[in-house]
């Protein structure tokens, strides 16, 4: 069994190692900067031993997660150079930009390291230790990025040791990785805040616009709730390809405004069809990392119990349901209720039990 360092015990951190001390038999290192942190994870279990100086972790391990901020993680691998080791060491790191930190790699000499980039592509609203999941990482995108200093073989055996997340591994390089997370997430992100600040400032002409802000605008601009200072890293690291995407999107944005000034709502209309049928097919047969999940929707009394009751019946005939959300509900009126299910047996089963009960209920492929 493995000695595994897990340096930086936040969301990520937290929920690998509580993961592995969970499932596996690998003895759990435990490094922080807060000590805090360090003491809770060791309190409940999702390490086995604590250390506040990253070289003498370091040397305790076999394997090393670096679990910090992009800056972080690069000052951490060069630390790595002047680390005496007396045997091999496979070290990963779980950041979200990933060129900037195998530059950082690549310039490793300790002959006694092999380093592996790594990006499991998830996440949640919560940070910190205290939020941390073992099931976190489960059915999402992992990806792994070989350097020079590392094997197959470390690729295959970091896979092993990281089997019970259940993640789904895919090896990239470096460039293809940024380029791709910054279209799907990094870029997203900043369109979120920058539509927060564009309803700020119309609240100045229409104060109402809060109570009126739910719905859509709540689902598209929750990502701009995530921690600025970790955001600020991870776009400011990846700058030239978020600069490449702002051009981009500032052309799209000028076709747009074209398109409705020259009344060309033919052409809108396919703009938006178009859009339609690529996000529909994204998550089919699980070709991205969106879930291929199977919903239904189902018309619901805002009265207490409502939800229960529905829960309560599914769950009685044995249905799973992967994912609740509540998308509309007035008070003293019919609200709406997504359950996203991952079998489409599990959505059928679950629309005709809901409508033998007296549900109203609709199917979304």
Same mark, same amino acid.
């Not at 700058?239 to 060309?264: C, F, G, P, T, Y």
């Given at each position: ?13 937290g ?29 409940k ?88 999941k ?6 999402a ?22 089997s ?14 940024? $380029?791709m ?13 920058s ?8 609240q ?20 701009a ?55 529909d ?21 805002d ?6 009751t ?5 769950? $009685? ?35 005709r ?13």
């Amino acid at each position: 069994m493995a000695r595994v360092l897990v340096a930086g015990l936040g969301l990520i951190g937290g929920s690998l190692a509580l993961n592995l001390t969970s499932h596996t038999n690998h003895t759990l290192l435990g490094y922080d900067h807060d000590q805090k942190t360090l003491q809770y994870a060791k309190e409940k279990g999702l390490v086995h031993e604590t250390y506040t100086l990253f070289k003498e972790a370091v040397q305790a391990a076999d394997v090393v997660i670096l679990s910090c901020p992009v800056s972080v993680t690069c000052q951490l691998i060069d630390d790595l150079n002047q680390i005496p080791l007396t045997k091999p060491v496979l070290v990963t790191d779980v950041s979200s930009v990933k060129q900037s930190v195998l530059k950082q790699a690549e310039q490793l000499t300790n002959p006694q390291i092999h380093f592996v980039g790594g990006h499991p592509m998830a996440g949640s609203h919560k940070r910190g230790v205290e939020a941390a999941k073992e099931h976190l990482f489960e059915n999402a995108i992992y990806v792994l990025t070989k350097t020079t200093s590392a094997t197959a073989d470390d690729i295959t055996y970091l896979e092993e040791l990281l089997s019970s997340t259940k993640a789904k591994f895919i090896e990239l390089d470096g460039e293809e990785h940024d $380029e791709m997370t910054s279209v799907i997430s990094h870029f997203p992100h900043l369109i979120a805040s920058s539509l927060v600040h564009q309803a700020e400032k119309w609240q100045e002409k229409h104060p109402s616009i809060p109570t009126l802000a739910a719905g859509g605008f709540r689902d598209i601009t929750r990502i701009a709730s995530s921690n600025p200072k970790m955001w600020q890293d991870i776009l400011f690291q990846n700058k030239n390809v978020m600069k490449r995407l702002l051009k981009d999107w500032i052309e799209e944005m000028k076709q747009l405004h074209r398109m409705l000034a020259s009344d060309e709502s033919e052409a809108m209309y396919h703009y938006l069809d178009q859009a339609k049928r690529y996000r529909d097919g994204l998550d089919r047969k699980g070709r991205g990392a969106l879930m291929s999940f199977y919903d239904v929707y189902v018309d619901i009394f805002d009265q207490p119990g409502a939800l229960k009751t529905v829960v309560t019946l599914l769950a $009685e005939a044995d249905i799973s349901i992967k994912n609740i959300e509540i998308l509309e509900v007035r008070e003293g009126i019919t609200g709406v209720l997504r359950l996203s299910f991952v079998s489409k047996e599990d959505q059928l089963t679950s629309h005709r039990l809901l409508i033998k009960h007296g549900y109203e209920t609709m199917l979304e492929d």
